[in-house]
C-alpha cells in the first residue's frame, strides 16, 4: 500500500529523530513518555520499528518489535514483542495498522523468532493474525519456611549513577524470575515501568545478590513484583531479608522458585496477554508477566 503523503520506514531505533518521533506518537495517543529512558541509556537495541511518516520525520502510526527472550515451561524461547503500536486519529480506519502487523510478523518469520507476544486491550485486533490470549492469574503466597536473619537491605535509588550501574548490571545477567513463564532478559522495561512508577521500591539485599522489587499493597497485604539476580531466593529468605512480618504477600509472577505455597485466582483485567506461535510453546498451567516487565 502507498497511502497518499506518507513514506513507509523500518529501522531501529539508534536514530535520534526516528526515536524521538515514536516517543512524541506515543506521548500524544497513549499520554505515555518513554524519553525517561534517554537518562538510563537509552532505547532497547533490539527494537525495530516499523513506520509511515509524513514530513520533517512526523509520524502517523507505528508499530515496534523487540527481542523478549522468555522462559517457558523450562525452555528457553527465542521470544519477541511487539509493542508502540499506534495510528493518529485522522489516519483510522485506512488499513495503516493492517499494514503493519503483517510487515512485522512477515519480518519476525523471517527473524526465525519462535513466538511473539503483546498487550491488548483489543484482542480483536490481533486474533486474525494467529494471536491467541494467554489467560494470566494472580498469585498469592500462602505458607513458606521463614530464612534466618541477615543484614537488612540497601534501597536503590535510580537517581545514584552507582546505584542505576549496579541495577542495569544486574538486570543484564539475571535468571528468568520462574522458570514455569518469565521474561529471560529485558532491562529497558523494567526500568521504564519502575521510574514512572512512584511507590515501587528496589532493596538490593546483600547477602543473597539480589534487588527486590516490591511494595506496600492495602492493608498488611505486601506486593512482591519481581527479583533481579542469578539465583532466586525463597520467598522465606526474602520476608527475613525485608523484615517483612505480615503473612500475606501477593506475587507478581510464577512462584514456582520461591519455595511456598501459593493460590492461584484467574485475573479479569481487560489488558490481555497474547501469544503467536505454536502451540507446544503455550505455557501449561497458570502463568503471570510481573507488571515491572510490561510492554
Ligand atoms: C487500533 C488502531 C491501531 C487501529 O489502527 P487503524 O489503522 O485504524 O486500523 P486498520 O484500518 O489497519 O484496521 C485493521 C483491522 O483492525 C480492525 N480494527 C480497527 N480498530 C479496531 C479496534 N479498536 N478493535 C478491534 N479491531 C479494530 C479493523 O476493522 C481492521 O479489520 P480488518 O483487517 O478485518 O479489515 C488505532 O485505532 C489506534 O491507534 N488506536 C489507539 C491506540 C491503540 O489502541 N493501539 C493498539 C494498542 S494494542
Not at 524519553?35 to 515496534?64: C, V
Request: with cysteine; aromatic share 8%.
Amino acid at each position: 500500500m502507498q497511502p497518499k503523503g506518507l513514506t513507509f520506514r523500518q529501522g531501529d531505533l539508534s536514530h535520534p529523530p526516528s526515536w524521538a518521533a515514536i516517543s512524541k506518537l506515543l506521548a500524544d495517543i497513549f499520554d505515555f513518555d518513554v524519553t525517561a529512558l534517554d537518562r538510563m541509556g537509552g532505547p532497547d537495541p533490539s527494537s525495530m520499528a516499523f513506520s509511515w511518516f509524513g514530513k520533517d520525520s512526523w509520524l502517523a502510526a507505528n508499530l515496534t518489535a523487540f527481542a523478549l527472550p522468555m522462559a517457558i515451561d523450562g525452555r528457553a524461547v527465542r521470544a519477541a514483542g511487539l509493542q508502540s503500536g499506534a495510528v493518529r486519529p485522522e489516519f483510522r480506519g485506512l488499513g495503516l495498522f493492517r499494514d503493519l502487523i503483517e510487515k512485522a510478523l512477515t519480518w519476525y518469520d523471517d527473524q526465525g523468532f519462535e513466538a511473539v507476544l503483546l498487550y491488548t486491550d483489543k484482542p480483536g485486533l490481533y486474533e486474525k493474525h494467529g494471536f491467541v490470549v494467554l489467560p494470566q492469574s494472580r498469585f498469592l503466597a500462602e505458607t513458606c519456611v521463614a530464612g534466618s536473619a541477615i543484614p537488612p537491605p540497601r534501597r536503590m535509588d535510580f537517581g545514584d549513577p552507582d546505584d542505576l550501574a549496579l541495577i542495569k548490571k544486574m538486570l543484564a545477567r539475571r535468571k528468568p524470575v520462574s522458570d514455569r513463564f518469565a521474561v529471560a532478559r529485558q532491562s529497558e522495561m523494567f526500568l521504564l515501568n519502575t521510574w514512572l512508577s512512584d511507590d515501587v521500591r528496589l532493596d538490593y539485599l546483600q547477602t543473597l545478590d539480589a534487588i527486590i522489587a516490591w511494595r506496600q499493597g492495602e492493608g498488611d497485604m505486601v506486593e512482591l513484583l519481581d527479583i533481579v539476580a542469578t539465583t532466586i531466593p525463597t520467598l522465606g529468605d526474602i520476608q527475613a531479608g525485608l523484615n517483612l512480618t505480615t503473612g500475606r504477600i501477593a506475587v507478581d509472577f510464577v512462584p514456582d522458585l520461591l519455595a511456598c505455597n501459593a493460590t492461584a485466582a484467574m485475573d479479569d483485567d481487560p489488558l490481555v496477554l497474547m501469544m503467536r506461535g505454536p502451540a507446544h510453546l503455550r505455557p501449561a498451567g497458570p502463568i503471570r508477566l510481573p507488571e515491572l516487565a510490561h510492554f
